[in-house]
């Protein structure tokens, strides 16, 4: 069992950074991924980032190069760092933790134990 715990989103310009943070607490060993998928209003959860457990990185096209996940092990924190935002990257961003390896890592279906979601506003 994994416990995930969110913090850090809020209401920022366009331009402006944020950091999100998410903690995890329990089980984590073996291949497994912890990231990020976002949703906004009246639309699906798309998948932001995502770290493996070798450290390999992935992000979405939309925020590749603007966002940047980082992990710290020994605080078993994954962190979202998110600059140059839009109004476009408004929505709720959850932490999301894949405990057994797919390959399929923007896959929403795969991810098995999920935050409780943190919102991110970008104003124009």
């Known amino acids: 069992q994994v416990h995930l715990v969110e913090s850090g989103g809020g209401l920022v310009q366009t331009g402006g950074s944020l950091r999100l943070s998410c903690a995890a607490s329990?089980?984590?060993?073996?291949?497994?991924?912890m990231g990020w998928f976002r949703q906004a209003p009246g639309t699906e959860r798309e998948f932001v980032a995502t770290?493996?457990?070798?450290?390999?990185?992935y992000y979405a096209q939309s925020v590749d190069g603007r966002f940047t996940i980082s992990r710290d092990s020994a605080k078993n924190t994954v962190y979202l760092q998110m600059d140059s935002l839009t109004p476009e990257d408004t929505a709720v961003y959850y932490c999301?933790?894949?405990?057994?390896?797919?390959?399929?890592?923007?896959?929403?279906?795969?991810?098995?134990?999920w935050g409780q979601g943190t919102q991110v506003t970008v104003s124009p």
């Open positions: 770290t493996r457990w070798d450290d390999n990185r």
């Open positions: 999301a933790f894949d405990s057994a390896y797919s390959g399929r890592v923007g896959d929403s279906t795969t991810y098995d134990y």
């Open positions: 329990g089980r984590m060993s073996g291949n497994y991924l």
